[in-house]
């Protein structure tokens, strides 16, 4: 149960703690006469009225209700059953380590009493209204908790209190700052709180996450009521496009990053990045036993380097089709000495280096080397401690596409698609939707539709032409997923050679080329390769283009 003043929770009267009312069975504590409680829940009733629906379509949904009450009894207590209530929290930080506050903020939120189900993408935005001070991070959370409003901003300001913000300058520098965007279904007005946030509606900074938030679609009477709250006739997605939408992002006020380190943010949207395949196997499909000693795979990096490679993925277990699998422990014994050689070399300065592992202790080993990226073809689906273990890391995470394991991957039933496209965002939703629950946010996320993996030659084919389908279908269930940078790996793949009759694997570059055009013309962000050199030259001019298009549409 959770107890409240009717007048701490609804009236011009402060919010303070509630834990010295009684606690019973009933529903309504009378600490007045029987006829003042009867008054006041006739106002209630008067009030709590359904808001207009305006979203076409969402008429099947219930619609937010008016929480702005009149003053009444002071001495008015109300006890109601506990239900849980969504929630949308906005975070900000422009002071100190922007990235551990929203870290330190986030595990905080969950000790107080919230059960975070989704985070919108990451933000770096130039300051407003006070614009001498330095440039924030933004974000928003989907929350689940069963505080009451004015319980719930409570807890927020004490998290900001302890965390080190201080009464200075309005609209200035701060460390932490939390907002609830959006309370269940309910429009509240107090002295002390107003949902939805009363200035939403002019920033940027905050419709960008939330909108992350949503899907393309409105699939709850929850998202329901947030859309009638909006100031817009429309819906919220008028409302952001009434701001300029998403051709906001990527400009100097408002950029879309991915966290590499504390203190590396990655704009993903200048250009399309390169990843140079580096296998420590004996037995991969297309350099198998080439780059096992230390001095033959430094060297190789090096190539990759000069010839353009942005990262280079190191694998020290094959993944091909009906690969053996070997344990943490001997893929560890091929990987570190790499790794450490690797990470010491000068033109590895601005470079990132991820690791290609289905394992947890793979993963944590490495990272704690120095690794940047985990690169799973599983998406934690091989190792149930992958996922709690990258959130622990805070490091990016490559979900990538795959049903069974290499060595089952491309039995029959593997291979069976309807829509193989939508079919592949609706598979890789699952997989990051539970990774979110466990900690990892979508700001951490790279998707990769696992080309070649469980997937026949018209399968590939169709991934290479669909990827916005991949999108799109994935914005249907979560905007902010559809945003996170997409990975793709055709590099000298099988399908290659069944389609130009080319069956040794380097011969089959050319081809690559081809793919990679195809892919980051569609929405490619990352390209996974062996040739850098003449895969690097591709993207350059597909780069262009597509800068072309954009300027002249």
Same mark, same amino acid.
């Given at each position: 149960?959770?107890?409240?003043?009717?007048?701490?929770?609804?009236?011009?009267?402060?919010?303070?703690?509630?834990?010295?009312?009684?606690?019973?069975?009933?529903?309504?504590?009378?600490?007045?006469?029987?006829?003042?409680?009867?008054?006041?829940?006739?106002?209630?009733?008067?009030?709590?009225?359904?808001?207009?629906?305006?979203?076409?379509?969402?008429?099947?949904?219930?619609?937010?209700?008016?929480?702005?009450?009149?003053?009444?009894?002071?001495?008015?207590?109300?006890?109601?059953?506990?239900?849980?209530?969504?929630?949308?929290?906005?975070?900000?930080?422009?002071?100190?380590?922007?990235?551990?506050?929203?870290?330190?903020?986030?595990?905080?939120?969950?000790?107080?009493?919230?059960?975070?189900?989704?985070?919108?993408?990451?933000?770096?935005?130039?300051?407003?209204?006070?614009?001498?001070?330095?440039?924030?991070?933004?974000?928003?959370?989907?929350?689940?908790?069963?505080?009451?409003?004015?319980?719930?901003?409570?807890?927020?300001?004490?998290?900001?209190?302890?965390?080190?913000?201080?009464?200075?300058?309005?609209?200035?520098?701060?460390?932490?700052?939390?907002?609830?965007?959006?309370?269940?279904?309910?429009?509240?007005?107090?002295?002390?709180?107003?949902?939805?946030?009363?200035?939403?509606?002019?920033?940027?900074?905050?419709?960008?996450?939330?909108?992350?938030?949503?899907?393309?679609?409105?699939?709850?009477?929850?998202?329901?009521?947030?859309?009638?709250?909006?100031?817009?006739?429309?819906?919220?997605?008028?409302?952001?496009?009434?701001?300029?939408?998403?051709?906001?992002?990527?400009?100097?006020?408002?950029?879309?990053?991915?966290?590499?380190?504390?203190?590396?943010?990655?704009?993903?949207?200048?250009?399309?990045?390169?990843?140079?395949?580096?296998?420590?196997?004996?037995?991969?499909?297309?350099?198998?036993?080439?780059?096992?000693?230390?001095?033959?795979?430094?060297?190789?990096?090096?190539?990759?380097?000069?010839?353009?490679?942005?990262?280079?993925?190191?694998?020290?277990?094959?993944?091909?089709?009906?690969?053996?699998?070997?344990?943490?422990?001997?893929?560890?014994?091929?990987?570190?000495?790499?790794?450490?050689?690797?990470?010491?070399?000068?033109?590895?300065?601005?470079?990132?280096?991820?690791?290609?592992?289905?394992?947890?202790?793979?993963?944590?080993? #490495?990272?704690?080397?120095? $690794?940047?990226? *985990?690169?799973? =073809?599983? %998406? /934690?689906? @091989?190792?149930?401690?992958? +996922?709690?273990?990258?959130?622990?890391?805070?490091?990016?995470?490559?979900?990538?596409?795959?049903?069974?394991?290499?060595?089952?991957?491309?039995?029959?039933?593997?291979?069976?698609?309807?829509?193989?496209?939508?079919?592949?965002?609706?598979?890789?939703?699952?997989?990051?939707?539970?990774?979110?629950?466990?900690?990892?946010?979508?700001?951490?996320?790279?998707?990769?539709?696992?080309?070649?993996?469980?997937?026949?030659?018209?399968?590939?084919?169709?991934?290479?032409?669909?990827?916005?389908?991949?999108?799109?279908?994935?914005?249907?269930?979560?905007?902010?997923?559809?945003?996170?940078?997409?990975?793709?790996?055709?590099?000298?793949?099988?399908?290659?050679?069944?389609?130009?009759?080319?069956?040794? #694997?380097?011969?089959?570059? $050319?081809?690559? *080329?081809?793919? =990679?055009? %195809? /892919?980051? @013309?569609?929405?490619?962000? +990352?390209?996974?390769?062996?040739?850098?050199?003449?895969?690097?030259?591709?993207?350059?001019?597909?780069?262009?283009?597509?800068?072309?298009?954009?300027?002249?549409?």
């Amino acid at each position: 149960m959770t107890l409240f003043r009717a007048n701490q929770i609804f009236h011009n009267t402060p919010a303070t703690s509630s834990g010295d009312g009684q606690r019973g069975s009933g529903v309504i504590v009378l600490l007045h006469r029987f006829s003042r409680v009867v008054c006041f829940l006739m106002n209630v009733f008067k009030q709590v009225l359904p808001a207009k629906r305006r979203i076409a379509g969402a008429f099947k949904y219930g619609a937010a209700f008016s929480l702005c009450f009149r003053r009444s009894s002071s001495d008015t207590v109300m006890e109601v059953h506990s239900q849980e209530q969504e929630v949308i929290i906005a975070l900000g930080s422009n002071v100190g380590d922007r990235l551990n506050n929203f870290n330190e903020a986030l595990d905080l939120m969950k000790k107080s009493g919230l059960r975070i189900t989704r985070h919108g993408c990451l933000y770096e935005t130039a300051p407003a209204y006070v614009t001498d001070q330095p440039q924030f991070l933004n974000s928003a959370v989907r929350a689940v908790t069963t505080l009451a409003p004015h319980e719930l901003l409570h807890q927020l300001k004490k998290i900001e209190k302890d965390m080190g913000r201080t009464n200075g300058i309005r609209y200035g520098p701060r460390p932490i700052d939390l907002d609830i965007l959006f309370y269940g279904k309910f429009r509240i007005n107090s002295d002390t709180l107003v949902v939805p946030h009363e200035r939403i509606w002019e920033r940027p900074f905050v419709m960008a996450p939330l909108m992350d938030l949503i899907g393309s679609t409105v699939d709850s009477d929850v998202v329901a009521s947030w859309h009638s709250l909006s100031m817009h006739s429309g819906s919220l997605y008028e409302s952001w496009n009434k701001l300029g939408g998403e051709s906001l992002i990527g400009k100097e006020g408002l950029k879309r990053v991915l966290p590499i380190r504390n203190d590396l943010l990655w704009d993903w949207s200048e250009r399309t990045f390169v990843m140079g395949v580096l296998n420590l196997t004996p037995d991969s499909f297309s350099d198998g036993g080439k780059f096992q000693s230390v001095e033959a795979a430094v060297s190789q990096v090096r190539l990759m380097i000069s010839e353009g490679a942005d990262m280079i993925d190191l694998g020290a277990q094959s993944t091909r089709p009906r690969a053996d699998r070997i344990s943490p422990r001997e893929e560890l014994e091929r990987l570190i000495p790499i790794l450490e050689a690797v990470l010491e070399m000068p033109e590895m300065e601005g470079k990132l280096i991820s690791i290609d592992t289905f394992y947890s202790e793979v993963a944590s080993e #490495a990272v704690s080397k120095g $690794a940047h990226i *985990v690169n799973d =073809v599983s %998406a /934690g689906t @091989l190792d149930n401690n992958m +996922i709690p273990v990258v959130a622990d890391l805070k490091v990016p995470y490559v979900a990538m596409h795959m049903r069974g394991d290499p060595s089952t991957m491309q039995n029959r039933e593997n291979l069976q698609y309807d829509d193989v496209c939508k079919q592949i965002a609706s598979e890789l939703f699952t997989r990051v939707k539970d990774a979110e629950l466990s900690g990892i946010p979508a700001w951490r996320i790279i998707v990769d539709p696992g080309i070649g993996f469980s997937k026949n030659t018209e399968h590939n084919v169709d991934i290479l032409v669909g990827l916005p389908a991949i999108r799109e279908e994935l914005a249907r269930k979560n905007l902010a997923l559809s945003h996170t940078p997409l990975l793709i790996g055709p590099s000298r793949k099988r399908f290659l050679g069944d389609i130009c009759a080319r069956p040794i #694997a380097p011969e089959r570059d $050319a081809a690559t *080329v081809a793919a =990679v055009t %195809a /892919g980051v @013309l569609g929405g490619a962000n +990352i390209v996974r390769v062996h040739n850098v050199r003449d895969n690097s030259d591709a993207v350059k001019l597909c780069d262009v283009m597509l800068k072309r298009r954009s300027s002249t549409a």
